[in-house]
T-cell receptor
């Protein structure tokens, strides 16, 4: 079954610094991969998704992620952090073919703190 | 722009009580999901429904039941609440019902406390 692992439950950066949130996937077939963001007391909203087209995916709010099959990774980056980026970020995976459960599997989340 | 609407947003129960969390979507989506969110554990799938009238277990279905009698509604029931079911519950929906799945649209969550 597919799964994702997010390294680091908490990440703290200074405003203006690079943001790097790590996600590694485990899937027996090429997956679709997603990053979601959750602001306090809200539901999750999609940041970006990888669907086997371009390996570098650009999302909302200046975020992007690169799919690296050789490293089974899909890390999320943003060149310059803003205070408004403080939130919890979730990586998620869906199998490419119709195998297994027809639902996304989420990682445990990474809380991003942005220091002024 | 309602999207996915969950009710209630907050609920406090005593151990052994029952309740139903309601979820409605107005996007004509085929699939609907219930997840629970606990600190450090991300979102875990409780049940999902790929189409009206069908439901399937997720990874943590014990103690819950669901029904999808109408395409736009997905109900999550707790027959006899336990403190371990204290959590934030999220309903989500998706247009696609088979892999690969597309984007999920989430409600704002229902915070349940079981005393």
């Amino acid at each position: 079954a597919q799964s994702v692992t997010q390294l680091g439950s908490h990440v703290s950066v200074s405003e203006g610094a690079l943001v790097l949130l790590r996600c590694n996937y485990s899937s027996s077939v090429p997956p679709y991969l997603f990053w979601y963001v959750q602001y306090p007391n809200q539901g999750l909203q999609l940041l970006l998704k990888y669907t086997s087209a371009a390996t570098l995916v650009k999302g909302i709010n200046g975020f992007e992620a690169e799919f690296k099959k050789s490293e089974t990774s899909f890390h999320l980056t943003k060149p310059s952090a803003h205070m408004s980026d403080a939130a919890e970020y979730f990586c998620a995976v869906s199998p490419f073919r119709g195998t297994g459960r027809r639902a996304l599997t989420f990682g445990s989340g990474t809380r991003l703190q942005v220091q002024p | 722009n309602a999207g996915v609407t969950q009710t209630p947003k907050f609920q406090v129960l005593k151990t052994g009580q029952s309740m139903t969390l309601q979820c409605a979507q107005d996007m004509n989506h085929n699939s609907m999901y219930w997840y629970r969110q606990d600190p450090g554990m991300g979102l875990r799938l409780i049940y999902y429904s790929a189409s009206e009238g069908t439901t399937d277990k997720g990874e943590v279905p014990d103690g819950y039941n669901v029904s999808r009698l109408k395409k736009q509604n997905f109900l999550l029931g707790l027959e006899s609440a336990a403190p371990s079911q204290t959590s934030v519950y999220f309903c989500a929906s998706s247009y696609l019902s088979s892999s690969p799945l597309g984007e999920l649209f989430f409600g704002e969550g229902s915070r349940l406390t079981v005393l």
